[in-house]
């Protein structure tokens, strides 16, 4: 067990975004049967604003896939996976290898409510083309983003992982973005000065042991 300062046996945890959350749930669990003696709190009222929420002490772990490199946090790392364009059944883009960005100019494109300059799909496929596609619409809920693709109501931006974890109750595919694939990694984001403490280091280490490799596979399915 690591060794370092000793904080009060309480962890705030916050989740900047839906898939981020499914994610962090998974190592409440096991993180609890090593550390009974640790009150866990898990809050999804940061999503999307919880950088400033880790600086005002509300929060102690931040996961988030679209890091803000601030004075003061440490971002650790802790799941590899590519980042798809998600579409319905019977979409033309569903038989394609892979997406290029002039085929999301005619495209409703549903992401989770982030700036676009934090977003993947935009930062490596879009912008750089100088192409935006024809409707850009922020959903915060995921299930209703999957659904809203699912209905041939737009295409959504979504870890593989994601898509491949809901594929059994809901039809969408998933392609991948761009000859290269758009490489993407869930963060969480720590007090420097927080650290080295016993209960979040080993959070950090049980995290980094549940990451997953890279799918090299250009379709999900």
Same mark, same amino acid.
Do not use: N
């Given at each position: 067990?690591?060794?370092?300062?000793?904080?009060?046996?309480f962890i705030?945890?916050?989740?900047?975004?839906?898939?981020?959350?499914?994610?962090?749930?998974?190592?409440?669990?096991?993180? $609890?049967?090593?550390?009974?003696?640790?009150?866990?709190?898990?809050?999804?009222?940061?999503?999307? %604003?919880?950088?400033?929420?880790?600086?005002?002490?509300?929060?102690?772990?931040?996961?988030?896939?679209?890091?803000?490199?601030?004075?003061?946090?440490? $971002?650790?790392?802790?799941?590899?996976?590519?980042?798809v364009l998600?579409?319905?059944?019977?979409?033309?883009?569903?038989?394609?290898?892979?997406?290029?960005?002039?085929?999301?100019?005619?495209?409703? $494109?549903?992401?989770?409510?982030?700036?676009?300059?934090?977003?993947?799909?935009?930062?490596?496929?879009?912008?750089?083309?100088?192409?935006?596609?024809?409707?850009?619409?922020?959903?915060?809920?995921?299930?209703?983003?999957?659904?809203?693709?699912?209905?041939?109501?737009?295409?959504?931006?979504?870890?593989?992982?994601?898509?491949?974890?809901?594929?059994?109750?809901?039809?969408?595919?998933?392609?991948?973005?761009?000859?290269?694939?758009?490489?993407?990694?869930?963060?969480?984001?720590?007090?420097?000065?927080?650290?080295?403490?016993?209960? $979040?280091?080993?959070?950090?280490?049980?995290?980094?042991?549940?990451?997953?490799?890279?799918?090299?596979?250009?379709? %999900?399915?």
């Open positions: 067990m690591v060794t370092g300062p000793v904080r009060m046996p705030g945890l916050g989740s900047e975004c839906h898939p981020c959350c499914q994610w962090l749930l998974k190592l409440v669990s096991p993180y $609890l049967a090593a550390w009974p003696e640790v009150d866990l709190d898990v809050r999804q009222e940061f999503q999307f %604003g919880g950088v400033g929420a880790r600086f005002g002490h509300e929060i102690d772990l931040l996961v988030t896939p679209d890091p803000l490199y601030e004075t003061g946090l440490r $971002l650790e790392p802790v799941l590899d996976g590519e980042q998600v579409v319905g059944p019977g979409h033309p883009l569903g038989k394609a290898p892979l997406v290029q960005p002039e085929q999301l100019a005619r495209e409703t $494109l549903i992401t989770h409510p982030v700036a676009i300059d934090r977003l993947g799909i935009y930062i490596q496929l879009l912008l750089p083309a100088g192409i935006r596609p024809k409707r850009h619409k922020p959903i915060e809920t995921t299930d209703i983003m999957l659904r809203m693709v699912a209905s041939g109501c737009g295409v959504a931006a979504l870890p593989r992982w994601l898509v491949d974890e809901v594929a059994a109750k809901l039809p969408p595919m998933a392609v991948r973005l761009g000859a290269l694939g758009i490489a993407k990694q869930i963060f969480l984001g720590i007090r420097a000065a927080d650290a080295e403490t016993d209960d $979040l280091s080993a959070f950090v280490a049980l995290a980094r042991a549940h990451r997953e490799p890279k799918r090299e596979t250009a379709r %999900g399915r």
